[in-house]
């Protein structure tokens, strides 16, 4: 069993790079834990079950990584930011013999995950200090089954890691068949979001979406995956899944995408910017 804290632990509060990161523990499961960066939830970990996903997103990441492959078979998969390595350690804990790559830009709560929540031994997981674009273009061509680019910054996604240029580098990265997939946060008008659909799809020719539909009808601010490759995608199971998860999701593909698009324009290193901030309270 993995060493951590157990029930009754206290809230730890630390400074990190990227400001004060706060792992909260659930009061619903003995050994589990939130982690917040400067008040913004980033990752919930169970150091008892690493299968269970309690975010959204992180279910939505968790089922395409059940379809990246047969079930069981070991991926090699690239995680572009860390947080406290919730989809690291769900391909560890579901697809044994994985060899996975983690990219982190703060040394600082790269520390604290690994002496409060530390990972399970024997688990093929390197984490690589650094900035994720740069990280990205150290792995080898062809060498990925599974890019995730989940990289927040003050609760924005950096600039340079929006472009069409970035997102080559994730396919450069991939193996043929291979999957990328990115979680993007944005509200109405969902002029970032849309960009990013267009982007994506300048690289690769398959591409689908799944969010909660209040957040694709531009209601309110919240989280939406990206997936995209150059095979066909499991669109049909995705939909299945996220239909049936605690907040459903809706998966557009296709024509449906191409219209929610709406003709937004793929963005270059040349004009890219952070994503939206988030409004006052959306995390009260």
Not at 238 to 249: C, E, K, S, Y
């Amino acid at each position: 069993m993995v060493k951590g804290r157990r029930r009754g632990a206290r809230t730890i509060s630390e400074e990190v790079d990227g400001g004060v990161a706060e792992l909260v523990p659930d009061r619903d499961r003995p050994r589990a834990w939130t982690l917040f960066l400067d008040g913004a939830p980033q990752s919930h970990v169970d150091l008892d079950d690493p299968t269970y996903l309690d975010f959204a997103y992180q279910r939505r990441l968790g089922h395409i990584a059940d379809l990246a492959a047969p079930p069981g078979s070991p991926l090699q998969a690239v995680h572009l930011g860390g947080g406290a390595f919730t989809l690291a350690r769900y391909i560890a804990a579901t697809r044994p013999r994985s060899a996975q790559q983690i990219v982190e830009s703060d040394a600082r709560l790269v520390q604290l995950i690994r002496r409060e929540l530390p990972l399970p031994s024997g688990v093929r997981i390197r984490v690589r200090g650094g900035d994720a674009r740069q990280g990205l273009g150290k792995v080898p061509y062809g060498w990925a089954d599974l890019v995730i680019a989940d990289v927040f910054s003050d609760a924005r996604t950096p600039g340079h890691l929006t472009s069409t240029e970035f997102v080559a580098e994730a396919r450069r990265a991939l193996r043929a068949g291979g999957c990328y997939a990115v979680n993007i946060a944005d509200g109405p008008p969902l002029a970032h979001l849309r960009a990013q659909i267009a982007t994506v799809r300048t690289v690769f020719p398959h591409a689908c979406l799944v969010a909660e539909p209040a957040v694709l009808r531009g209601r309110r601010f919240g989280n939406a995956v990206l997936l995209a490759s150059d095979r066909d995608l499991p669109v049909a199971e995705l939909t299945r899944r996220a239909a049936g998860d605690p907040h459903h999701g809706r998966v557009e593909h296709g024509r449906a995408l191409t219209d929610f698009t709406g003709g937004a324009a793929p963005v270059s290193d040349a004009w890219a910017r952070p994503s939206p901030a988030p409004p006052a309270g959306v995390f009260s």
